[in-house]
Nanobody, 116 residues
Framework: QVLLVESGGGKVQAGGSLTLSCAATGIIFNRQAMRWYRQAPGKEREWVSSITSDNSAYYTESLKGRFTVARDNAKNTVYLQMNSLKPEDTGIYYC??????????WGQGTQVTVFA
């Protein structure tokens, strides 16, 4: 059974930083591309970042330079370092992966609230 568990969310003042973690079980982690999405209140879920099995990182254009994705295959964990946070970064952040068979797995999400 695949399980993704996010952690690290919280409340932070604008300009601050947070690091999110997503611990994965039930998958061969080092073979999986991992993704971060977020959903702001009243908006659709949007893609934030991806990291491939060979550590290539990708970001939505508007977040480049502020967010950094990384993975630790020894810990089966993917991270999202978020700097210079803005109130518009508020939302629920989700971890995602898609298996070789096309099954789509999501974590339960972690809430990030950025206040001015």
């Amino acid at each position: 059974q695949v399980l993704l568990v996010e952690s690290g969310g919280g409340k932070v003042q604008a300009g601050g930083s947070l690091t999110l973690s997503c611990a994965a079980t039930g998958i061969i982690f080092n073979r999986q591309a991992m993704r971060w999405y977020r959903q702001a209140p009243g908006k659709e879920r949007e893609w934030v970042s991806s990291i491939t099995s060979d550590n290539s990182a990708y970001y939505t254009e508007s977040l480049k330079g502020r967010f950094t994705v990384a993975r630790d295959n020894a810990k089966n964990t993917v991270y999202l370092q978020m700097n210079s946070l803005k109130p518009e970064d508020t939302g629920i952040y989700y971890c995602n992966t898609v298996s070789d068979t096309g099954s789509d797995y999501w974590g339960q999400g972690t809430q990030v609230t950025v206040f001015a």
